[in-house]
């Protein structure tokens, strides 16, 4: 499945901002599709992850502020980020991989994701 990416940007501390990932394919089928960032210096992270069949999961650090949630009809998923802090300061990638919903989790690390999105910056000033 190919993913494209848009949104993303600069914002302050506190401040809010909004991905979303249009997919090729419908998404509605056992697909697992996450979010991952990656600041300069630092592996690759899930931070978010959603399954066609399941519930979502967060990594710790993002948990209570930020919100991943999917549009079947549009084949699109989106990630809302809220309180961001400077430590959010990345590039963020969505992913998708045909898994069984036990398996999509903020644990998968991104060798268990053959799709990805371009990325896109997100910078968060003090």
């Known amino acids: 499945v190919q993913l494209v990416e848009s949104g993303g940007g600069s914002v302050q501390a506190g401040g809010s901002l909004r991905l979303s990932c249009g997919a090729s394919?419908?998404?509605?089928?056992?697909?697992?599709m996450a979010w991952f960032r990656q600041a300069p210096g630092k592996e690759r992270e899930a931070v978010a992850t959603v399954h066609s069949d399941g519930a979502p999961t967060y990594a710790d650090s993002v948990a209570g502020r930020f919100a991943i949630s999917k549009d079947n009809a549009k084949r699109e998923q989106y990630l809302q980020m809220n309180s961001l802090k400077p430590e959010d300061t990345a590039m963020y990638y969505c992913?998708?991989?045909?898994?069984?919903?036990?398996?999509?989790?903020?644990?998968?690390?991104?060798?268990?994701?053959?799709?990805w999105g371009q990325g896109n910056q997100v910078t968060v000033s003090s």
């Open positions: 394919r419908d998404i509605n089928r056992g697909l697992c």
């Open positions: 992913a998708a991989e045909y898994i069984w919903r036990p398996a999509c989790s903020t644990r998968r690390g991104p060798a268990g994701f053959g799709s």
